[in-house]
């Protein structure tokens, strides 16, 4: 199978007014279960995440808790606005990988694959979610926004607002493949696909500014040995 060329981030992520630098990746076709060295844009990767920065700050999410999204919010302001750190000078990426990567799915998949049901991610009055509906911003993004204003920018858990804040939102390449394995044995997949097929279609249907890495936990230790990323594991 072809790789597919994709665009993984289609603006420029931005840093309460200063640009992050983003990149077009080949993102792997489904080929191989375990993503080769070849396949994989290690240079691009470490621009990205190896950008200029006083703070680090690697949070790890395994069990889809949206809860997270909070935790590096405050994190953020409290280094911005507590500590007095540039904001272009905060380097925070999000390693969710088990349940949590999807919060790189965009909706084509979540519907696709009924990955809530998938995943038993219910809404508060107990119905399955049938998006991400992490994603899209509830604010206008305005870093002169006041941190105390409860429907600003600063207050807003969105991905997307938080990509624009400078966080990095990782995909992983192994939980993609085998998640797309058991969908095809559960039968949420459409008849005919294979697991090939659908890790394919999920990796070519990612949010923007997704990166997808060859495997999470052994990004995590590239991030923390070579990049001096700070570990912050969520275990709520």
Request: net charge neutral; charged share 20%.
């Given at each position: 199978?072809?790789?597919?060329?994709?665009?993984?981030?289609?603006?420029?992520?931005?840093?309460?007014?200063?640009?992050?630098?983003?990149?077009?990746?080949?993102?792997?076709?489904?080929?191989?279960?375990?993503?080769?060295?070849?396949?994989?844009?290690?240079?691009?990767?470490?621009?990205?995440?190896?950008?200029?920065?006083?703070?680090?700050?690697?949070?790890?999410?395994?069990?889809?808790?949206?809860?997270?999204?909070?935790?590096?919010?405050?994190?953020?302001?409290?280094?911005?606005?507590?500590?007095?750190?540039?904001?272009?000078?905060?380097?925070?990426?999000?390693?969710?990988?088990?349940?949590?990567?999807?919060?790189?799915?965009?909706d084509y998949i979540w519907q696709k694959?009924?990955?809530?049901?998938?995943?038993?991610?219910?809404?508060?009055?107990?119905n399955t979610v049938a998006s991400n509906?992490?994603?899209?911003?509830?604010?206008?993004?305005?870093?002169?926004?006041?941190?105390?204003?409860?429907?600003?920018?600063?207050?807003?858990?969105?991905?997307?607002?938080?990509?624009?804040?400078?966080?990095?939102?990782?995909?992983?390449?192994?939980?993609?493949?085998?998640?797309?394995?058991?969908?095809?044995?559960?039968?949420?997949?459409?008849?005919?696909?294979?697991?090939?097929?659908?890790?394919?279609?999920?990796?070519?249907?990612?949010?923007?500014?997704?990166?997808?890495?060859?495997?999470?936990?052994?990004?995590?230790?590239?991030?923390?040995?070579?990049?001096?990323?700070?570990?912050?594991?969520?275990?709520?």
């Amino acid at each position: 199978m072809n790789r597919t060329k994709f665009l993984t981030a289609s603006a420029t992520l931005v840093a309460a007014g200063a640009a992050v630098p983003v990149y077009a990746q080949n993102v792997p076709g489904g080929t191989n279960l375990v993503e080769r060295r070849a396949n994989f844009d290690e240079a691009a990767f470490a621009r990205l995440l190896g950008r200029p920065a006083d703070i680090r700050q690697l949070f790890e999410a395994v069990s889809f808790k949206p809860g997270m999204f909070a935790n590096v919010k405050n994190s953020l302001n409290g280094l911005h606005f507590g500590f007095g750190y540039a904001p272009d000078r905060i380097a925070v990426a999000i390693a969710g990988h088990g349940p949590s990567a999807a919060f790189g799915y965009n909706d084509y998949i979540w519907q696709k694959y009924k990955i809530g049901e998938f995943f038993g991610v219910k809404d508060d009055a107990g119905n399955t979610v049938a998006s991400n509906t992490w994603l899209k911003a509830k604010s206008t993004f305005d870093p002169a926004a006041d941190p105390d204003d409860d429907t600003g920018m600063y207050q807003d858990t969105s991905i997307e607002t938080l990509q624009k804040r400078g966080v990095v939102m990782l995909t992983c390449h192994t939980a993609v493949e085998e998640q797309s394995r058991a969908l095809v044995r559960r039968g949420l997949a459409p008849a005919g696909m294979t697991g090939t097929d659908v890790a394919s279609d999920i990796l070519s249907h990612l949010i923007p500014g997704s990166v997808v890495v060859p495997s999470m936990v052994g990004t995590v230790a590239v991030l923390q040995a070579k990049y001096a990323y700070t570990y912050v594991a969520l275990t709520f």
